[in-house]
Protein backbone atom coordinates (compact mmCIF):
# COMPACT_ATOMS: atom_id res chain seq x y z
CA UNK A 1 0.00 0.00 0.00
CA UNK A 2 1.33 3.54 -1.43
CA UNK A 3 1.00 6.19 1.66
CA UNK A 4 -1.86 8.40 0.88
CA UNK A 5 -0.19 12.03 -0.44
CA UNK A 6 -1.59 14.58 2.30
CA UNK A 7 -2.90 13.63 6.18
CA UNK A 8 -2.71 15.56 9.06
CA UNK A 9 0.69 13.68 10.75
CA UNK A 10 3.30 16.20 11.02
CA UNK A 11 6.24 16.68 12.89
CA UNK A 12 8.28 19.64 13.59
CA UNK A 13 12.25 20.17 14.13
CA UNK A 14 13.14 23.76 14.04
CA UNK A 15 12.09 25.54 11.54
CA UNK A 16 10.86 22.25 8.99
CA UNK A 17 7.78 20.71 9.42
CA UNK A 18 7.51 17.55 8.11
CA UNK A 19 4.81 15.78 7.00
CA UNK A 20 3.53 13.14 4.12
CA UNK A 21 3.25 15.83 1.80
CA UNK A 22 6.95 17.43 2.21
CA UNK A 23 10.21 16.29 1.42
CA UNK A 24 11.95 13.64 2.93
CA UNK A 25 14.05 15.34 6.12
CA UNK A 26 17.32 13.41 6.10
CA UNK A 27 19.72 13.06 8.82
CA UNK A 28 23.45 12.52 8.17
CA UNK A 29 24.42 9.86 10.78
CA UNK A 30 27.98 11.61 12.05
CA UNK A 31 27.95 8.91 15.23
CA UNK A 32 31.78 8.29 15.65
CA UNK A 33 32.58 8.35 11.85
CA UNK A 34 34.83 11.74 13.36
CA UNK A 35 37.26 9.36 15.54
CA UNK A 36 37.17 11.76 18.17
CA UNK A 37 38.62 14.52 15.72
CA UNK A 38 36.34 17.73 15.81
CA UNK A 39 38.12 18.92 12.56
CA UNK A 40 37.63 15.78 10.94
CA UNK A 41 33.75 16.11 12.28
CA UNK A 42 33.44 19.90 11.03
CA UNK A 43 34.57 17.99 7.64
CA UNK A 44 31.31 16.10 7.84
CA UNK A 45 29.09 18.21 8.90
CA UNK A 46 29.85 20.42 5.82
CA UNK A 47 30.03 17.46 3.31
CA UNK A 48 26.25 16.52 4.54
CA UNK A 49 25.41 20.19 3.98
CA UNK A 50 27.22 20.20 0.68
CA UNK A 51 25.23 16.94 -0.21
CA UNK A 52 22.18 18.26 1.11
CA UNK A 53 21.07 16.98 4.27
CA UNK A 54 18.72 18.38 6.65
CA UNK A 55 20.49 17.74 9.62
CA UNK A 56 23.81 16.09 11.24
CA UNK A 57 23.87 13.62 14.45
CA UNK A 58 26.35 12.37 16.68
CA UNK A 59 26.01 10.05 19.41
CA UNK A 60 26.02 11.31 23.19
CA UNK A 61 26.89 8.76 26.30
CA UNK A 62 28.19 9.20 29.86
CA UNK A 63 30.44 6.32 29.63
CA UNK A 64 31.32 5.47 33.56
CA UNK A 65 27.88 5.74 34.30
CA UNK A 66 26.80 4.02 31.03
CA UNK A 67 28.58 0.50 31.32
CA UNK A 68 29.16 -1.84 33.79
CA UNK A 69 33.09 -1.64 35.31
CA UNK A 70 33.45 -5.37 33.70
CA UNK A 71 33.00 -3.95 30.45
CA UNK A 72 34.31 -0.54 30.71
CA UNK A 73 37.43 -2.08 31.80
CA UNK A 74 36.94 -4.85 29.46
CA UNK A 75 40.60 -5.10 27.05
CA UNK A 76 39.41 -4.02 23.58
CA UNK A 77 41.91 -4.95 20.94
CA UNK A 78 40.98 -5.24 17.44
CA UNK A 79 41.51 -3.30 13.93
CA UNK A 80 38.94 -0.77 15.31
CA UNK A 81 40.38 -0.11 18.88
CA UNK A 82 41.10 3.58 20.16
CA UNK A 83 41.95 2.43 23.76
CA UNK A 84 43.35 -0.48 25.33
CA UNK A 85 39.98 -0.86 27.38
CA UNK A 86 36.59 -0.46 25.63
CA UNK A 87 35.70 1.93 27.84
CA UNK A 88 39.14 4.25 27.07
CA UNK A 89 37.85 3.96 23.83
CA UNK A 90 34.53 5.26 24.00
CA UNK A 91 36.16 7.64 26.19
CA UNK A 92 38.22 8.62 23.13
CA UNK A 93 35.86 8.91 20.96
CA UNK A 94 33.41 11.31 23.03
CA UNK A 95 33.19 14.93 22.79
CA UNK A 96 32.81 17.17 25.79
CA UNK A 97 30.95 20.06 26.18
CA UNK A 98 33.79 22.67 24.40
CA UNK A 99 33.90 20.37 21.33
CA UNK A 100 29.60 20.20 21.21
CA UNK A 101 29.41 24.04 21.76
CA UNK A 102 31.97 24.55 18.91
CA UNK A 103 29.83 22.33 16.69
CA UNK A 104 26.74 23.96 17.25
CA UNK A 105 28.67 27.07 16.32
CA UNK A 106 29.70 25.46 13.10
CA UNK A 107 26.41 23.70 12.48
CA UNK A 108 24.29 27.22 12.44
CA UNK A 109 27.17 28.65 10.33
CA UNK A 110 26.32 25.94 8.00
CA UNK A 111 22.70 26.67 8.16
CA UNK A 112 22.28 22.78 8.79
CA UNK A 113 20.78 21.07 12.32
CA UNK A 114 22.57 19.69 14.48
CA UNK A 115 21.55 17.54 16.92
CA UNK A 116 22.04 13.83 18.92
CA UNK A 117 21.26 10.79 20.23
CA UNK A 118 21.10 10.32 24.22
CA UNK A 119 22.18 7.09 25.59
CA UNK A 120 21.60 7.74 29.21
CA UNK A 121 19.72 10.36 31.55
CA UNK A 122 23.40 12.48 32.40
CA UNK A 123 23.67 12.49 28.36
CA UNK A 124 20.22 13.70 28.03
CA UNK A 125 20.51 16.12 30.59
CA UNK A 126 24.21 17.35 28.99
CA UNK A 127 21.97 17.81 25.68
CA UNK A 128 18.96 20.08 27.54
CA UNK A 129 21.62 22.51 28.98
CA UNK A 130 22.96 22.56 24.92
CA UNK A 131 19.56 23.17 23.71
CA UNK A 132 19.57 20.80 20.91
CA UNK A 133 16.66 20.91 18.58
CA UNK A 134 15.84 17.42 18.56
CA UNK A 135 16.58 13.82 20.70
CA UNK A 136 17.50 10.78 19.24
CA UNK A 137 16.95 7.70 21.51
CA UNK A 138 18.84 4.95 19.51
CA UNK A 139 16.86 1.70 19.25
CA UNK A 140 18.34 -0.14 22.05
CA UNK A 141 16.87 1.89 24.52
CA UNK A 142 13.02 1.46 22.52
CA UNK A 143 12.54 -0.72 26.32
CA UNK A 144 14.17 1.99 28.26
CA UNK A 145 11.27 3.73 29.57
CA UNK A 146 12.72 5.51 31.93
CA UNK A 147 14.95 7.28 29.72
CA UNK A 148 12.21 7.98 27.16
CA UNK A 149 10.15 9.31 30.01
CA UNK A 150 13.00 11.57 31.56
CA UNK A 151 14.20 13.06 27.71
CA UNK A 152 9.82 13.55 26.89
CA UNK A 153 10.00 15.80 29.84
CA UNK A 154 12.63 17.49 28.51
CA UNK A 155 9.94 18.55 26.03
CA UNK A 156 11.56 19.01 22.32
CA UNK A 157 10.76 16.86 19.52
CA UNK A 158 11.91 12.84 19.80
CA UNK A 159 12.89 10.40 16.82
CA UNK A 160 12.68 7.02 18.29
CA UNK A 161 14.45 4.26 16.16
CA UNK A 162 12.70 0.66 16.27
CA UNK A 163 15.26 -1.83 15.64
CA UNK A 164 15.40 -5.39 17.19
CA UNK A 165 11.42 -5.04 18.62
CA UNK A 166 8.24 -5.96 18.56
CA UNK A 167 5.02 -4.20 18.21
CA UNK A 168 4.18 -4.28 21.78
CA UNK A 169 7.74 -2.64 22.77
CA UNK A 170 6.88 0.13 20.11
CA UNK A 171 3.26 0.67 21.76
CA UNK A 172 4.78 0.30 25.22
CA UNK A 173 7.18 3.64 23.82
CA UNK A 174 4.35 5.32 22.51
CA UNK A 175 2.09 4.70 25.63
CA UNK A 176 5.34 6.02 27.51
CA UNK A 177 6.20 9.22 25.98
CA UNK A 178 2.92 10.59 24.52
CA UNK A 179 0.75 11.52 27.30
CA UNK A 180 4.22 13.67 28.40
CA UNK A 181 5.25 14.52 24.91
CA UNK A 182 3.17 14.87 21.41
CA UNK A 183 5.95 15.77 19.55
CA UNK A 184 7.34 12.10 18.75
CA UNK A 185 8.33 10.25 15.24
CA UNK A 186 8.97 6.81 14.98
CA UNK A 187 12.18 4.99 12.63
CA UNK A 188 11.76 1.66 11.20
CA UNK A 189 14.74 0.09 11.61
CA UNK A 190 16.57 -3.14 11.15
CA UNK A 191 19.59 -3.48 13.86
CA UNK A 192 21.83 -5.17 11.82
CA UNK A 193 24.89 -3.98 10.28
CA UNK A 194 24.81 -3.57 7.24
CA UNK A 195 21.44 -4.78 6.61
CA UNK A 196 20.88 -7.59 3.68
CA UNK A 197 17.93 -6.68 1.89
CA UNK A 198 15.79 -9.56 2.84
CA UNK A 199 16.30 -8.11 6.29
CA UNK A 200 14.49 -4.50 5.24
CA UNK A 201 11.08 -5.25 6.04
CA UNK A 202 9.94 -2.09 4.33
CA UNK A 203 6.46 -2.75 4.79
CA UNK A 204 6.48 -2.46 8.70
CA UNK A 205 6.50 1.48 7.60
CA UNK A 206 3.09 0.89 6.45
CA UNK A 207 2.31 -1.08 9.36
CA UNK A 208 3.39 1.77 11.60
CA UNK A 209 1.72 4.39 9.85
CA UNK A 210 -1.54 2.73 10.44
CA UNK A 211 -1.13 1.78 14.35
CA UNK A 212 -0.09 5.53 14.35
CA UNK A 213 -2.47 7.56 12.21
CA UNK A 214 -1.06 10.76 13.70
CA UNK A 215 2.84 10.32 13.91
CA UNK A 216 5.48 10.63 11.34
CA UNK A 217 7.07 7.25 10.30
CA UNK A 218 10.93 7.04 9.05
CA UNK A 219 14.08 4.89 8.36
CA UNK A 220 17.22 4.31 9.79
CA UNK A 221 18.51 3.29 7.37
CA UNK A 222 21.70 0.28 7.58
CA UNK A 223 21.42 -1.10 4.15
CA UNK A 224 24.52 -0.67 2.36
CA UNK A 225 23.28 1.68 -0.87
CA UNK A 226 20.47 4.13 -1.50
CA UNK A 227 17.89 2.24 -3.39
CA UNK A 228 15.68 1.54 0.36
CA UNK A 229 15.35 5.03 1.53
CA UNK A 230 14.03 5.73 -1.90
CA UNK A 231 11.65 3.40 -1.45
CA UNK A 232 10.30 3.80 2.20
CA UNK A 233 10.03 7.47 0.93
CA UNK A 234 7.27 5.69 -1.64
CA UNK A 235 5.65 3.41 1.59
CA UNK A 236 5.36 6.76 3.79
CA UNK A 237 8.64 6.89 4.80
CA UNK A 238 9.29 10.97 5.77
CA UNK A 239 13.06 10.80 8.01
CA UNK A 240 15.44 9.15 6.53
CA UNK A 241 18.50 8.36 8.86
CA UNK A 242 22.09 7.24 6.72
CA UNK A 243 25.28 6.90 8.05
CA UNK A 244 27.88 9.36 6.30
CA UNK A 245 31.33 8.97 6.37
CA UNK A 246 34.71 10.67 4.17
CA UNK A 247 35.94 7.34 3.57
CA UNK A 248 34.85 3.68 3.39
CA UNK A 249 38.22 2.59 4.96
CA UNK A 250 38.88 4.79 8.15
CA UNK A 251 39.16 2.85 11.26
CA UNK A 252 36.11 2.22 12.96
CA UNK A 253 32.61 -0.17 12.77
CA UNK A 254 30.56 1.96 11.17
CA UNK A 255 32.73 3.08 8.03
CA UNK A 256 32.16 0.51 5.82
CA UNK A 257 28.32 0.66 6.14
CA UNK A 258 27.63 4.45 5.40
CA UNK A 259 27.67 6.64 2.41
CA UNK A 260 30.54 8.43 1.24
CA UNK A 261 29.44 12.02 0.06
CA UNK A 262 29.01 10.84 -3.38
CA UNK A 263 26.68 7.94 -2.39
CA UNK A 264 24.51 10.50 -0.26
CA UNK A 265 24.34 13.47 -2.73
CA UNK A 266 22.58 10.81 -5.30
CA UNK A 267 20.30 9.09 -2.26
CA UNK A 268 19.48 13.02 -1.39
CA UNK A 269 18.82 13.90 -5.25
CA UNK A 270 16.46 10.56 -5.86
CA UNK A 271 14.75 11.65 -2.65
CA UNK A 272 14.02 14.77 -3.97
CA UNK A 273 12.57 13.83 -7.20
CA UNK A 274 11.02 10.46 -6.07
CA UNK A 275 8.31 13.34 -3.95
CA UNK A 276 7.90 15.53 -7.37
CA UNK A 277 7.56 12.29 -9.72
CA UNK A 278 4.77 11.05 -7.13
CA UNK A 279 2.79 14.04 -8.53
CA UNK A 280 -1.05 14.16 -7.32
CA UNK A 281 -2.52 11.10 -8.83
CA UNK A 282 -4.85 12.88 -11.10
CA UNK A 283 -4.05 11.61 -14.38
CA UNK A 284 -3.38 14.42 -17.17
CA UNK A 285 -1.97 14.50 -20.69
CA UNK A 286 1.18 16.66 -20.05
CA UNK A 287 2.29 19.17 -22.27
CA UNK A 288 5.39 17.30 -23.49
CA UNK A 289 3.26 14.17 -24.19
CA UNK A 290 1.36 16.73 -26.84
CA UNK A 291 3.93 15.65 -29.56
CA UNK A 292 5.08 12.66 -29.03
CA UNK A 293 1.92 11.39 -28.77
CA UNK A 294 1.16 13.06 -32.08
CA UNK A 295 4.07 11.43 -33.67
CA UNK A 296 3.47 8.36 -32.72
CA UNK A 297 -0.32 7.76 -32.33
CA UNK A 298 -3.02 6.25 -34.74
CA UNK A 299 -5.43 8.39 -36.56
CA UNK A 300 -8.26 6.95 -39.29
CA UNK A 301 -7.44 7.45 -42.93
CA UNK A 302 -8.69 6.06 -46.56
CA UNK A 303 -7.43 2.75 -47.12
CA UNK A 304 -7.47 3.62 -50.94
CA UNK A 305 -9.17 5.89 -52.87
CA UNK A 306 -12.48 5.97 -52.33
CA UNK A 307 -14.80 7.28 -54.80
CA UNK A 308 -18.01 10.18 -53.49
CA UNK A 309 -21.18 8.13 -52.41
CA UNK A 310 -19.21 5.29 -51.65
CA UNK A 311 -20.34 3.35 -48.44
CA UNK A 312 -17.15 3.17 -45.88
CA UNK A 313 -16.57 -0.40 -44.74
CA UNK A 314 -13.99 -1.97 -42.40
CA UNK A 315 -12.01 -2.33 -45.51
CA UNK A 316 -11.74 1.31 -46.58
CA UNK A 317 -9.90 2.25 -43.45
CA UNK A 318 -6.65 2.08 -41.92
CA UNK A 319 -5.28 3.32 -38.95
CA UNK A 320 -1.58 5.44 -39.47
CA UNK A 321 0.56 7.82 -37.92
CA UNK A 322 0.71 10.55 -37.06
CA UNK A 323 -2.51 11.22 -35.47
CA UNK A 324 -3.67 14.07 -36.99
CA UNK A 325 -7.54 13.15 -37.17
CA UNK A 326 -10.06 10.93 -35.81
CA UNK A 327 -8.57 8.31 -33.39
CA UNK A 328 -9.07 4.77 -34.15
CA UNK A 329 -11.93 4.30 -31.41
CA UNK A 330 -14.20 6.32 -33.72
CA UNK A 331 -14.41 4.07 -36.41
CA UNK A 332 -18.02 2.27 -35.08
CA UNK A 333 -19.11 5.44 -36.16
CA UNK A 334 -17.70 5.70 -39.26
CA UNK A 335 -19.24 2.21 -40.84
CA UNK A 336 -22.15 2.67 -42.82
CA UNK A 337 -21.65 6.32 -43.61
CA UNK A 338 -21.50 7.55 -47.41
CA UNK A 339 -19.04 9.42 -48.42
CA UNK A 340 -20.20 13.45 -49.55
CA UNK A 341 -16.49 13.60 -51.95
CA UNK A 342 -14.21 11.60 -52.91
CA UNK A 343 -11.17 10.60 -50.64
CA UNK A 344 -7.38 9.80 -51.84
CA UNK A 345 -5.67 6.60 -50.29
CA UNK A 346 -4.04 7.54 -46.72
CA UNK A 347 -6.20 10.83 -46.57
CA UNK A 348 -7.80 11.58 -43.35
CA UNK A 349 -11.49 10.62 -42.49
CA UNK A 350 -13.13 13.03 -41.11
CA UNK A 351 -16.96 13.81 -40.05
CA UNK A 352 -17.46 16.74 -42.47
CA UNK A 353 -16.61 14.55 -45.13
CA UNK A 354 -19.53 12.37 -44.67
CA UNK A 355 -23.20 12.42 -45.50
CA UNK A 356 -25.82 10.78 -43.08
CA UNK A 357 -26.14 6.65 -43.12
CA UNK A 358 -27.41 5.38 -46.06
CA UNK A 359 -31.14 3.64 -45.31
Known amino acids: MIAEPFSSRAF ?45 KLQKRDNRSLYTAAMFNKPYENENSFGATYGEHREFLEFGRDEYLELQRYARELGVSFFATA ?8 LAELEMPCYKIASADLKNIPLLRHVARIGKPMIVSTGG ?35 MNLRVITTLRER ?57 RDLRRTRVALGDGVKRILPGELAPMQKMGKMIVAARDLPAGHVLTVRDLAFKSPADGLPPYEVERLLGRVLARPLAADEAVRFEYLDEVRG
Open 12 to 56: TIGTTTISDASDCYVIAEIGHNHQGDVEKCKALFRAARDCGADAV
Open 119 to 126: FDIPSANF
Open 165 to 199: ALMEDIQRAYDAIMPVNSHLAFLHCTATYPTQPEE
Open 212 to 268: FPETVIGLSDHYNGIAMSVAAYVLGARIIEKHLTLNHTWKGTDHALSLEPIGMSKMI
